[in-house]
């Protein structure tokens, strides 16, 4: 079966360097480049399903954003945050040597593709936003501040998907495999006192400055990405699970009326976020990136 390489780039912060380890996928010579960025709290393996799929027809790239998965952790907590994220995939880019790449964001994956595709000369040629826009709902921030980075740990790989999946309803239905195969990568090996066990993999820290988020916060944040939104040029595709607690219909629908004018797919049964896991999420990736 086909399977990823795992590589790694230098990326520069305040206080120094550190790594963002990154997926491979495909023919590396491949002149055309797809980058699927993961949500807030996951990582690069969630698109194995997805870049199975597009392989060949891309060189797929799969980053674990910094302070997830095989990335480093940052020094200073507030650093985890947009303008970071998008410096990151600058020097990932570079290191990819591709003046064009088409770019699936899930939730955060989705923010940090929203923020780089507004730059000037951005590079980002088609732009797959799945469950994100400028507009993140109170009840969603709500809702994650009640697990992201609280100390958990688990005896065994199917108790931490028990506990995962009860916090992951959004995600929609799936088979035992298929959840498997989600939970594995989000796991790193706790021994505690000789027992063997499992925690998330990736660095508490990241829910700091969620946390942090006040209404002004937020309210400003909002202004700003609207701004990044409505200077897309890439052609933009807004994928919606019809029950999402972050991306409301209203807000999709201002999507579809301004900016690059996204053209909107719901799916029924999914809330925050479709994971492309299912055979019509792909199918309606696949059909935006490269036709039937």
Same mark, same amino acid.
């Given at each position: 079966?086909?399977?990823?390489?795992?590589?790694?780039?230098?990326?520069? %912060?305040?206080?120094?360097?550190?790594?963002?380890?990154?997926?491979?996928?495909?023919?590396?010579? @491949?002149?055309?480049?797809?980058?699927?960025?993961?949500?807030?709290?996951?990582?690069?393996?969630?698109? %194995?399903?997805?870049?199975?799929?597009?392989?060949?027809?891309?060189?797929?790239?799969?980053?674990?954003?910094?302070?997830?998965?095989?990335?480093?952790?940052?020094?200073?907590?507030?650093?985890?945050?947009?303008?970071?994220?998008?410096?990151?995939?600058?020097?990932?880019?570079?290191?990819?040597?591709?003046?064009?790449?088409?770019?699936?964001?899930?939730?955060?994956?989705?923010?940090?593709?929203?923020?780089?595709?507004?730059?000037?000369?951005?590079?980002?040629?088609?732009?797959?936003? @799945? %469950?994100?826009?400028?507009?993140?709902?109170?009840?969603?921030?709500?809702?994650?501040?009640?697990?992201?980075?609280?100390?958990?740990?688990?005896?065994?790989?199917?108790?931490?998907? %028990?506990?995962?999946?009860?916090?992951?309803?959004?995600?929609?239905?799936?088979?035992?495999?298929?959840?498997?195969?989600?939970?594995?990568?989000?796991?790193?090996?706790?021994?505690?006192?000789?027992?063997?066990?499992?925690?998330?993999?990736?660095?508490?820290?990241?829910?700091?400055?969620?946390?942090?988020?006040?209404?002004?916060?937020?309210?400003?944040?909002?202004?700003?990405?609207?701004?990044?939104?409505?200077?897309?040029?890439?052609?933009?595709?807004?994928?919606?699970?019809?029950?999402?607690?972050?991306?409301?219909?209203?807000?999709?629908?201002?999507?579809?009326?301004?900016?690059?004018?996204?053209?909107?797919?719901?799916?029924?049964?999914?809330?925050?976020?479709?994971?492309?896991?299912?055979?019509?999420?792909?199918?309606?990736?696949?059909?935006?990136?490269?036709?039937?």
């Amino acid at each position: 079966m086909n399977e990823p390489r795992l590589r790694q780039v230098q990326c520069l %912060d305040p206080r120094g360097l550190h790594r963002m380890a990154y997926w491979e996928w495909g023919d590396a010579h @491949n002149p055309r480049v797809l980058v699927c960025v993961h949500g807030l709290s996951r990582q690069g393996r969630d698109f %194995d399903t997805l870049a199975r799929d597009l392989c060949s027809h891309y060189r797929v790239i799969c980053p674990d954003v910094v302070g997830r998965g095989r990335s480093d952790w940052l020094v200073d907590a507030m650093g985890y945050g947009l303008p970071m994220y998008v410096a990151d995939m600058v020097t990932l880019l570079a290191r990819l040597d591709t003046e064009a790449v088409d770019w699936v964001g899930t939730s955060m994956g989705g923010l940090i593709g929203l923020a780089l595709a507004a730059l000037e000369r951005s590079p980002i040629r088609q732009l797959v936003l @799945n %469950d994100v826009g400028p507009v993140v709902q109170p009840a969603f921030v709500q809702r994650l501040s009640t697990y992201l980075g609280v100390p958990v740990r688990w005896p065994t790989v199917d108790a931490a998907a %028990d506990a995962l999946q009860a916090i992951s309803s959004g995600f929609g239905p799936h088979t035992r495999d298929e959840w498997l195969t989600l939970t594995r990568p989000q796991l790193v090996a706790d021994e505690l006192d000789g027992q063997p066990g499992f925690k998330p993999h990736y660095d508490p820290a990241i829910a700091v400055a969620v946390r942090a988020m006040t209404p002004a916060i937020a309210a400003a944040g909002q202004a700003m990405l609207w701004q990044m939104y409505d200077r897309i040029a890439a052609r933009t595709l807004l994928l919606r699970g019809e029950q999402s607690d972050l991306l409301d219909a209203e807000t999709a629908q201002l999507m579809s009326q301004r900016g690059p004018r996204a053209a909107v797919h719901t799916f029924a049964g999914v809330g925050h976020a479709p994971t492309l896991v299912a055979a019509e999420q792909r199918a309606a990736v696949r059909r935006f990136l490269i036709g039937p």
